[in-house]
């Protein structure tokens, strides 16, 4: 297995972050109390867009460096 590097971080906290949105709101649809629900659909976007940048600033500075 090869080194870890922002885009494989970025795509885990990406993944995790959504998998972690969608329990939270099926929950909610099917009528069970999610106290804090709110907050924690908010830091759940946070670490997707955190995701998003580290792997578009990985990209980025891959492609500098060709």
């Known amino acids: 297995m090869g080194d870890w ?4 971080i970025g795509l885990i ?11 939270i709101i099926g929950a909610l649809l099917l009528g069970f109390p999610v ?7 908010i830091i759940t976007l946070v670490l997707i867009v955190m995701g998003a940048i580290s792997i578009f600033y990985d ?3 891959t492609n500098e460096s060709r």
């Open 5 to 8: 590097d922002l885009t494989s």
């Open 13 to 23: 906290v990406i993944v995790c972050s959504i998998t972690v949105a969608g329990i």
């Open 35 to 41: 106290g804090r629900a709110p907050f924690l659909l």
């Open 59 to 61: 990209n980025a500075k």
